[in-house]
């Protein structure tokens, strides 16, 4: 799977340009969701749901297209069949994201919320995924081990949801957990921002284990 995020990091490199890209790996992430979703995409809603300008939107498209991720017609974009390859791939591990309310162990307006399957072995202290996180304006995220039917924080037993009954109801209901899966949580002022830093931890999870 680390090779999977390393061809990510291929689509948002320069290509010999010296132009400074206004996108990244979680940016890229979202896109092929995005297509294997809805099948075709118009230029206009990339942009919108990526929040990017209409060149930067042209130059994650092209990227794309030259990693034979995506084509065109005159219907939008979609993923070729190497992408959607690629795409389901990834979602074997991230199968799943939903927005929670404001909790009693997220505070915030915002919080997103993104499954990593069979990656608990991997967690040490949830430090390095509030990290990465943060680089991308997250204003704070943690990491909850699911295991013995409960959520608990990394290194320890009790379930930290116990008495938060409707935020365990959820995040059980809207990405269905199983045993060693681990769930990032990040949030934000802007619910976009805990998408995308929710994102980014996810995916750097990956990469870095």
């Given at each position: 799977m680390?090779?999977?995020i390393?061809?990510?990091?291929?689509?948002?490199?320069?290509?010999?340009s010296s132009k400074v890209?206004?996108?990244s790996?979680?940016h890229?992430?979202?896109t092929?969701?995005?297509?294997?979703?809805?099948?075709?995409?118009?230029?206009?809603t990339?942009?919108?749901?990526?929040h990017?300008g209409?060149g930067?939107?042209?130059?994650?498209i092209?990227?794309?297209?030259e990693?034979?991720?995506?084509d065109?017609?005159?219907?939008g974009?979609?993923?070729?069949?190497?992408g959607e390859?690629f795409?389901?791939q990834l979602?074997?591990?991230?199968?799943k994201e939903?927005?929670?309310?404001k909790?009693s162990i997220?505070p915030?307006k915002?919080?997103h919320?993104?499954?990593?399957k069979?990656?608990?072995?991997?967690?040490?202290t949830?430090?390095?995924?509030?990290?990465?996180?943060?680089?991308y304006?997250?204003?704070g995220c943690?990491t909850?081990?699911?295991?013995?039917?409960?959520?608990?924080?990394?290194g320890e037993?009790k379930d930290c949801?116990?008495?938060?009954k409707?935020?365990?109801?959820t995040?059980?209901?809207?990405?269905n957990?199983?045993?060693?899966?681990?769930?990032?949580?990040?949030s934000s002022d802007?619910?976009f921002v805990?998408e995308i830093?929710?994102?980014?931890?996810?995916?750097?999870?990956?990469?870095t284990?």
């Open positions: 680390k090779k999977n390393q061809i990510l990091q291929n689509i948002v490199s320069r290509k010999g890209l206004t996108f790996i979680p890229v992430f979202k092929l969701q995005l297509l294997s979703d809805e099948k075709f995409v118009s230029r206009a990339l942009g919108k749901e990526i990017l209409e930067a939107v042209k130059t994650l092209s990227h794309l297209k990693a034979k991720m995506i065109s017609t005159r219907s974009n979609f993923l070729t069949e190497k390859k795409t389901s979602q074997k591990i991230i199968p939903c927005k929670i309310e909790n997220m915030s915002n919080n919320a993104i499954i990593l069979k990656y608990a072995s991997v967690i040490k949830g430090l390095e995924q509030r990290d990465y996180a943060i680089m304006g997250s204003s943690i909850l081990v699911f295991k013995n039917n409960r959520f608990v924080f990394p037993d949801l116990n008495k938060d409707k935020t365990k109801q995040l059980l209901e809207k990405l957990p199983s045993g060693g899966d681990i769930i990032i949580i990040s802007d619910s805990a830093s929710a994102k980014n931890s996810a995916l750097w999870t990956i990469a284990n």
